[in-house]
C-alpha cells in the first residue's frame, strides 16, 4: 500500500466547474496536510496547508480534512484554464520526524474551455 | 523574499561521471531538503538538513550520492559515480516551519 495515495487522472473538468481532487494517507500520526501545483517543467509551489480536521478556504481552493478517514482533498471552484496542471498531496510523517514530507504520485488536471 | 536558487539548471553527463548540484535557501530557513523528483512521480525525499546537522537521509543512496551544507546555509548535493538511472529533476527546498518551498531544480539527464 502506498503511503499516499492520490486519485488516477488524468482529471478533465470543463472551465467554470468544480475540480475535486482526493489524497488518502497510511499513516494514521500524520500531522500536517499540503497541496502543490506543479506545472510542466516547473517545480511544485505550495498552494494549500491544512492541519485540522475541517475546511480550510483560500480564494476560489478549499482544501478538506478528515483525519479519522485518513484523507484530504482540494477543490478548486470556478475553474481556469490556467489550473490545468499537477496536483500533488503531501503529509508529514508523525512522530518525530522533524517535518519530513511523503507526495503522492500527483493527479494530472485539465480545465477546458 | 529571494526564493531558493539552484543551479545549474540543466545538466547532461555520461554514465559514471561525476556531478554536483548547488542550493542556497530561503534567508532564515533553517531545514533544507533535497529530492529527486522522476517523471511522472512524486518528488521523493533523498536528505533533510537541520542548520548544517543531517536530520534524515534514509533514502539517499549513500554508495554515490553524498550531500553537504557547510555553515548551515548553502548546500551541494553530487552524485559519482552516476547511472542511467539519476536521470530525474533535483529539487532543493528549504522551510522555517512545515511549510517548504521549492527550487527551480536541476533537471540531470545521464546518458
Known amino acids: 500500500q502506498k503511503e499516499v495515495e492520490q486519485n488516477s487522472g488524468p482529471l478533465s473538468v470543463p472551465e467554470g466547474a468544480i475540480a475535486s481532487l482526493n489524497c488518502t494517507y497510511s499513516?494514521?500520526?500524520?500531522?500536517?496536510f499540503f497541496w502543490y501545483r506543479q506545472y510542466s517543467g516547473k517545480s511544485p509551489e505550495l498552494i494549500m496547508s491544512?492541519?485540522?480536521?475541517g475546511d480550510k478556504e483560500d480564494g476560489r481552493f478549499t482544501a478538506q480534512l478528515n483525519k479519522a478517514s485518513q484523507y484530504v482533498s482540494l477543490l478548486i471552484r470556478d475553474s481556469q484554464p490556467s489550473d490545468s496542471a499537477t496536483y500533488l498531496c503531501a503529509v508529514t510523517a508523525g512522530g518525530t520526524s522533524y517535518g519530513k514530507l511523503t507526495f503522492g504520485q500527483g493527479t494530472i488536471l485539465t480545465v477546458h474551455p | 523574499e529571494a526564493g531558493v536558487a539552484q543551479s545549474p539548471r540543466y545538466k547532461i553527463i555520461e554514465k559514471r561521471q561525476s556531478v554536483a548540484f548547488w542550493c542556497n535557501p530561503i534567508s532564515g530557513h533553517a531545514t533544507l531538503y533535497w529530492y529527486q523528483q522522476i517523471l511522472g512521480q512524486g518528488p521523493k525525499l533523498l536528505i533533510q538538513?537541520?542548520?548544517?546537522?543531517?536530520?534524515?537521509d534514509s533514502q539517499l543512496p549513500k554508495d554515490r550520492f553524498s550531500a553537504e551544507r557547510l555553515k548551515g546555509v548553502d548546500s551541494t548535493l553530487k552524485i559519482q559515480p552516476a547511472k542511467l538511472e539519476d536521470s530525474a529533476v533535483y529539487l532543493c527546498?528549504?522551510?522555517?516551519?512545515?511549510?517548504?518551498?521549492f527550487g527551480p531544480g536541476t533537471r540531470l539527464t545521464v546518458t
Open positions: 499513516d494514521r500520526v500524520s500531522q500536517s
Open positions: 538538513f537541520q542548520n548544517n546537522g543531517v536530520v534524515d
Open positions: 491544512i492541519y485540522s480536521n
Open positions: 527546498a528549504s522551510s522555517r516551519n512545515y511549510e517548504q518551498y
